[in-house]
């Protein structure tokens, strides 16, 4: 399994990064065809920690020959029920593993190794878990169409999908790809995105280590327009299962005409979290605040706009203030740091561009507002009050730590704000007024509407969006759609 590799001396010893990180084709960890490495960088020193291989077409088109040959050999033959078990050995590989994870995933991304190991790694657990009980439980149906003939329906496996993932949450979104399909009997080539490639590659090999057929889970490290687009462009490819920006998503689509595959975009948000006055409203600031603070602003459903009723309006921005000047900013490898750096300095630069953005139309910038120290890609936890909701901090997705807070006066009011952005992923409404609550609830434009909450998933439970945000559903039997294609066999077997 190990290629060529050498370990960097500033590295804690007991992590065995390797500095070279191969891609994992057909279960070997083999360089690009290319020869290319580039540089990924802990964003909290901004030191480079390895060199990984630079995929492109050519290795593209050799991971998904091998996830072609491994669909039509052993892993396409197996029992559905083997198939569980070795997801379910899958699931005990990583929770063995974890410590390393959890310590690669902070290193590479900049997570806090606290967020990763209460939340990140249990979903994955959780995910692998989930999908594993489903293997054997894909039915088809008897449908009595005539009395003549036999008639049923079968599911079978969609066949090799593409899996392109974007740096906020590597190991859990890449679970949310890699869980599925092949509980459904498919296979992967897992394309991770560049700023976050180490824990793809690591979770490839032990589910090799696990024992499932090489092959069946390919990682391709490289380049969104290189890597990724060969990926959606490869006519042997079947399904794009993919989460990122609203830009590349529609680049997917187009790639994705040729060959029609299938596709799920799960893309951004500007997520509205509407607060009345008869809300508990400290639970409601406790909440707005890890809803846009929690991985640094960087979650696809952040409640990146807190809508605020005027008569609390003061009192909450006051609050909110408060919490965001007292979350401990540093160095995620601490276990008392509750949020690291962003992912990388060019987060950073559009970040702090953004905040600047919202000074110039008028925001006034009440806790943060600029870097947070000097080294390492780190923004303070930003409250932009007065925000109105046509500023472009109010309408375009910022993907940082940067809460705008925006006044209003009646429900018709909130709902139309909530409404008024090109996006539809999420939203969270607080209130105790039961009927209020329902009506959110229906006329709230989000594939997800969190009530006295914010910000939970559960992998049981639908996930995604519309218009901006994407289309398709992850998460729950949803997915076992996404990965399958259903065959009628007719038997005509005269009366
Ligand atoms: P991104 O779109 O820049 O990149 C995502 C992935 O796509 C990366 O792996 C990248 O290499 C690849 N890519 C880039 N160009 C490509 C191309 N032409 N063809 C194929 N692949 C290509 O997104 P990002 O900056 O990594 O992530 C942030 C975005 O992801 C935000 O908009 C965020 O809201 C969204 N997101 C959505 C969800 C969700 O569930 N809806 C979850 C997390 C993140």
């Given at each position: 399994?190990?290629?060529?590799?050498?370990?960097?001396?500033d590295l804690p010893?007991q992590l065995s990064v390797?500095?070279?990180?191969?891609?994992?084709?057909?279960?070997?960890?083999?360089?690009?065809?290319?020869?290319?490495?580039?540089?990924t960088r802990n964003p909290a020193t901004e030191e480079?920690i390895a060199?990984?291989?630079?995929?492109?077409?050519?290795?593209?088109?050799?991971?998904?020959?091998?996830?072609?040959?491994?669909?039509?050999?052993?892993?396409?033959?197996?029992?559905?029920?083997?198939?569980?078990?070795?997801?379910?050995?899958?699931?005990?590989?990583?929770?063995?593993a974890q410590d390393e994870l959890v310590e690669l995933e902070s290193l590479d991304s900049g997570k806090p190794v606290s967020a990763i190991r209460r939340q990140d790694l249990p979903a994955v657990?959780?995910?692998?878990?989930?999908?594993?009980?489903?293997?054997?439980?894909?039915?088809?149906?008897?449908?009595?169409?005539?009395?003549?003939?036999?008639?049923?329906?079968?599911?079978?496996?969609?066949?090799?999908?593409?899996?392109?993932?974007?740096w906020n949450f590597p190991l859990m979104?890449g679970?949310?790809?890699?869980?599925?399909?092949?509980?459904?009997?498919?296979?992967?080539?897992?394309?991770?995105a560049?700023l976050t490639s180490l824990t793809a590659?690591r979770l490839?090999?032990?589910?090799?280590?696990?024992?499932?057929?090489?092959?069946?889970?390919?990682?391709?490290?490289?380049?969104?327009?290189?890597?990724?687009?060969?990926?959606?462009?490869?006519?042997?490819?079947?399904?794009?299962?993919?989460?990122?920006?609203?830009?590349?998503?529609?680049?997917?689509?187009?790639?994705?005409?040729?060959?029609?595959?299938?596709?799920?975009?799960?893309?951004?948000?500007?997520?509205?979290?509407?607060?009345?006055?008869?809300?508990?409203?400290?639970?409601?600031?406790?909440?707005?605040?890890?809803?846009?603070?929690f991985n640094a602003?960087q979650?696809?459903?952040?409640?990146?706009?807190?809508?605020?009723?005027?008569?609390?309006?003061?009192?909450?921005?006051?609050?909110?203030?408060?919490?965001?000047?007292?979350?401990r900013i540093g160095d995620p490898t601490e276990a008392g740091t509750a949020m690291g750096p962003l992912v990388s300095?060019?987060?950073?630069?559009?970040?702090?561009?953004?905040?600047?953005?919202?000074?110039?139309?008028?925001?006034?910038?009440?806790?943060?507002?600029?870097?947070?120290?000097?080294?390492g890609c780190f923004?303070?936890?930003?409250?932009?009050?007065?925000?109105?909701?046509?500023?472009?901090?109010?309408?375009?997705?910022?993907?940082?730590?940067?809460?705008?807070?925006?006044?209003?006066?009646?429900?018709?009011?909130?709902?139309?704000?909530?409404?008024?952005?090109?996006?539809?992923?999420?939203?969270?409404?607080?209130?105790?007024?039961?009927?209020?609550?329902?009506?959110?609830?229906?006329?709230?434009?989000?594939?997800?509407?969190?009530?006295?909450?914010?910000?939970?998933?559960?992998?049981?439970?639908?996930?995604?969006?519309?218009?901006?945000?994407?289309?398709?559903?992850?998460?729950?039997?949803?997915?076992?759609?996404?990965?399958?294609?259903?065959?009628?066999?007719?038997?005509?077997?005269?009366?």
């Amino acid at each position: 399994m190990q290629s060529t590799s050498y370990l960097r001396r500033d590295l804690p010893p007991q992590l065995s990064v390797r500095y070279r990180q191969d891609l994992l084709i057909d279960g070997t960890r083999l360089p690009a065809l290319s020869g290319r490495y580039f540089e990924t960088r802990n964003p909290a020193t901004e030191e480079v920690i390895a060199e990984v291989a630079e995929g492109d077409a050519a290795d593209i088109d050799r991971a998904v020959k091998s996830a072609r040959a491994a669909l039509e050999g052993e892993w396409g033959q197996m029992r559905a029920a083997d198939r569980g078990t070795l997801l379910l050995k899958f699931a005990d590989a990583i929770r063995n593993a974890q410590d390393e994870l959890v310590e690669l995933e902070s290193l590479d991304s900049g997570k806090p190794v606290s967020a990763i190991r209460r939340q990140d790694l249990p979903a994955v657990l959780d995910t692998l878990r989930y999908y594993a009980g489903f293997a054997d439980k894909i039915n088809g149906q008897v449908i009595p169409s005539r009395p003549d003939a036999l008639t049923y329906t079968v599911r079978e496996p969609l066949g090799v999908v593409g899996a392109i993932i974007p740096w906020n949450f590597p190991l859990m979104i890449g679970m949310w790809k890699i869980a599925p399909a092949l509980a459904c009997g498919c296979t992967v080539v897992l394309k991770p995105a560049e700023l976050t490639s180490l824990t793809a590659l690591r979770l490839g090999e032990l589910a090799i280590e696990a024992g499932i057929p090489a092959g069946v889970l390919n990682v391709v490290t490289g380049f969104g327009r290189t890597a990724g687009q060969a990926l959606v462009d490869h006519p042997d490819v079947d399904k794009v299962t993919f989460t990122g920006s609203p830009a590349v998503g529609r680049q997917i689509l187009r790639g994705a005409a040729g060959n029609l595959k299938r596709v799920t975009l799960e893309l951004g948000g500007k997520s509205a979290n509407i607060v009345f006055p008869d809300a508990d409203l400290d639970a409601a600031v406790k909440a707005a605040s890890s809803g846009i603070f929690f991985n640094a602003g960087q979650v696809c459903s952040a409640g990146s706009r807190i809508l605020v009723h005027e008569d609390v309006y003061t009192e909450f921005v006051g609050k909110l203030a408060a919490r965001a000047r007292a979350i401990r900013i540093g160095d995620p490898t601490e276990a008392g740091t509750a949020m690291g750096p962003l992912v990388s300095a060019t987060q950073m630069k559009r970040v702090l561009d953004y905040i600047d953005i919202g000074r110039t139309e008028g925001a006034a910038v009440v806790a943060g507002g600029g870097r947070h120290g000097s080294t390492g890609c780190f923004v303070a936890a930003t409250v932009l009050a007065n925000v109105k909701p046509d500023m472009r901090v109010a309408q375009e997705e910022i993907f940082g730590p940067v809460a705008t807070v925006i006044a209003f006066r009646t429900e018709e009011e909130a709902l139309s704000i909530a409404n008024g952005t090109a996006y539809s992923l999420a939203a969270g409404v607080w209130s105790a007024d039961i009927s209020r609550v329902h009506r959110f609830a229906r006329r709230l434009k989000a594939g997800t509407v969190w009530v006295n909450t914010y910000g939970p998933t559960d992998v049981r439970l639908p996930w995604g969006g519309a218009r901006d945000s994407g289309f398709g559903r992850e998460h729950g039997d949803a997915a076992i759609d996404n990965f399958t294609e259903s065959k009628v066999v007719w038997i005509q077997t005269g009366l």
